[in-house]
């Protein structure tokens, strides 16, 4: 079966401890490089010999070598810089918020960005090595208008064919590295359900109603001309930083634009009453394209209490009253650390999770 799996995951893993005690080790300047990269393909190696003992075809490398799952790679654009967020604000209680990124300069990307990471996890793995990288609207959601150099881009469609350019770059250096199985992390369109996000993107000077079309334009520019090998998804959820969330509301605004995009399936959270209900599963079915298909991320990342089988399938069984069966597969919703921090639950919660999700794509799907 091609990618996505029937029993498949969004990325991110938890950090062992001496992961996390070596990077910080590094950031105080008392570990030099070379041995943080040692220790981080320690545990990469010992990542994936784990993924693949539970089952997964789809193996990654947790994101290990990251501190954010979309500025780490979004701060390598050229043009693009760090700054602190004014948007809107995680629940989690006293936590700090993530930085944004800013458009000082023309985008480009004049060096591969993490197409060495990529090489590594696939020379370590004998499964299917699955890349995860921001989607290229996470240049705009956060920040909007106001955080894209009027100067560098007095007009957006200029801007906006840049980052497509830069995208296809750096698709192309993970492509020569041999991947074949990529993600696109999208926070955008989920995010865009919820009405105090819509606000947040009226004070940046941007309208809510045009953006999920915005954005399903820029992922198809930027996957313009991809070779046909190379299997891409999108991922989108509604916050995942420390367990937390940010946005709540269904699909329905958003179906359309997100199920125009040119990929080949779409990870989609459904842990919770946050996202709807399964009813915006009919677009993609009535849309005549029988070759997408949807990820159903049932299993929660967010706490460590394990979902029963019986309960993950009859969800199942409720999801394929909208898209027919055969067109859809299991994850968790999101990762387990799309930061470093880590979300609220043990590494063995994490694993008996994954466990769980290939036990009944087993039993659901054979």
Not at 89 to 95: L, R, V
Not at 225 to 246: E, M, Y
Not at 267 to 286: I, K, Q, Y
Request: aromatic share 8%; hydrophobic share 40%.
């Amino acid at each position: 079966m091609n990618a996505p799996f029937r029993a498949d995951q969004v990325g991110s893993l938890l950090r062992p401890a001496d992961l996390a005690q070596a990077r910080r080790r590094f950031k105080a300047g008392q570990l030099a490089a070379g041995e943080l990269a040692a220790i981080e393909d320690r545990a990469v190696r010992d990542a994936v010999r784990r993924q693949q003992d539970i089952g997964l075809q789809g193996i990654t490398d947790g994101e290990f070598r990251r501190d954010w799952w979309h500025l780490d790679f979004l701060s390598r654009l050229d043009g693009v810089v760090l700054q602190e967020n004014p948007g809107a604000k995680f629940n989690a209680e006293g936590s700090e918020q993530p930085p944004i990124a800013a458009v000082t300069g023309k985008v480009a990307c004049s060096k591969p960005i993490m197409a060495s990471d990529f090489a590594f996890l696939k020379s370590v793995t004998t499964g299917t090595p699955k890349m995860t990288i921001p989607s290229p609207s996470m240049l705009h959601l956060r920040g909007g208008r106001a955080a894209i150099s009027q100067q560098a881009y007095p007009d957006l469609a200029e801007f906006w064919a840049d980052v497509a350019a830069a995208y296809r770059a750096a698709i192309g250096h993970l492509y020569d590295a041999g991947c074949r199985y990529l993600q696109l992390d999208d926070i955008t369109f989920a995010y865009l359900c919820d009405a105090k996000i819509q606000a947040n993107c009226r004070a940046n000077g941007d309208d809510p109603a045009l953006l999920p079309r915005t954005y399903a334009d820029a992922i198809n520019a930027a996957l313009a001309g991809k070779p046909d090998d190379l299997r891409v998804t999108i991922h989108t959820c509604r916050g995942n930083f420390k367990s937390a969330w940010v946005a709540q509301g269904g699909y329905e605004p958003v179906v359309e634009a997100m199920f125009s995009t040119r990929v080949d399936g779409y990870f989609m959270e459904f842990d919770s009453e946050r996202a709807g209900g399964f009813e915006p599963l009919h677009v993609l079915h009535d849309s005549g394209d029988k070759g997408k298909k949807v990820v159903l991320g049932l299993v929660t990342t967010k706490v460590g209490a394990l979902e029963s089988r019986d309960a993950l399938k009859r969800r199942i069984d409720e999801a394929a009253k909208a898209l027919p069966l055969e067109r859809l597969c299991l994850s968790p919703q999101c990762g387990f650390s799309s930061t470093h921090h880590g979300n609220a639950l043990s590494a063995d919660d994490q694993w008996r999770k994954l466990e769980r999700v290939v036990e009944v794509a087993h039993e659901v799907w054979g």
